[in-house]
């Protein structure tokens, strides 16, 4: 027998530097304190080094840069978001990991309460620009991410 899809369905909302990243909240692991990352020489922009979780070493990843934009320094409120991998990519790469701009706020959504922004365009590292509740957010392209964080995993 078919279970009922849910009705409202838990996300976070991620502030980054320019936007807010919308991400179902089980595919968001833990969100964590900033750590400097261990960097590597003669690495592209959008990785930035690899931290330490749960005893993993996973790759860091700049959204900003990963989609084009110019990242800023890190911030004073910053975090480490902790995701999911959900791609051919996994295993080896359990889990990959970006920087935010301060902490996630949890909401509940509706399909009814989410519609794809209008004459938007999208980065790389977008999936879909929509507005939740009257406020803009991103979808991430997580796959994307992932072949970045693989990518990281073997050349650096």
Same mark, same amino acid.
């Given at each position: 027998?078919?279970?009922?899809?849910?009705?409202?369905?838990?996300?976070?909302? =991620?502030?980054?530097?320019?936007?807010?990243?919308?991400?179902?909240?089980? @595919? &968001?692991?833990? =969100? &964590?304190?900033? !750590?400097?990352?261990?960097? @590597?020489?003669? $690495?592209?922009?959008?990785?930035?080094?690899?931290?330490?979780?749960?005893?993993?070493?996973?790759?860091?990843?700049?959204?900003?840069?990963?989609?084009? !934009?110019?990242?800023?320094?890190?911030?004073?409120?910053? *975090?480490?978001? &902790?995701?999911?991998?959900?791609?051919?990519?996994?295993?080896?790469?359990? +889990?990959?990991? +970006?920087?935010? *701009?301060? =902490?996630? *706020?949890?909401?509940?959504? $509706?399909?009814?309460?989410?519609?794809?922004? /209008?004459? !938007?365009?999208?980065?790389?590292?977008?999936?879909?620009?929509?507005?939740?509740?009257? /406020?803009?957010?991103?979808?991430?392209?997580?796959?994307?991410?992932?072949?970045?964080?693989? !990518?990281?995993?073997?050349? +650096?």
């Amino acid at each position: 027998m078919e279970q009922p899809l849910p009705n409202r369905i838990s996300c976070l909302l =991620i502030p980054m530097q320019e936007c807010n990243l919308l991400l179902p909240n089980t @595919s &968001v692991a833990e =969100i &964590v304190d900033y !750590q400097v990352p261990e960097k @590597s020489p003669h $690495t592209p922009d959008w990785f930035l080094g690899f931290v330490r979780w749960r005893g993993l070493k996973l790759p860091l990843i700049s959204y900003e840069n990963a989609n084009g !934009q110019e990242s800023l320094d890190v911030a004073a409120n910053a *975090r480490i978001a &902790v995701t999911n991998t959900i791609g051919e990519h996994q295993p080896p790469l359990s +889990f990959m990991a +970006f920087v935010t *701009r301060g =902490i996630p *706020r949890l909401m509940k959504i $509706t399909k009814e309460e989410i519609a794809q922004a /209008e004459n !938007q365009s999208n980065g790389d590292a977008d999936k879909m620009i929509v507005k939740v509740s009257g /406020e803009e957010a991103t979808i991430p392209e997580l796959i994307h991410l992932e072949k970045l964080a693989t !990518q990281a995993l073997a050349e +650096f």
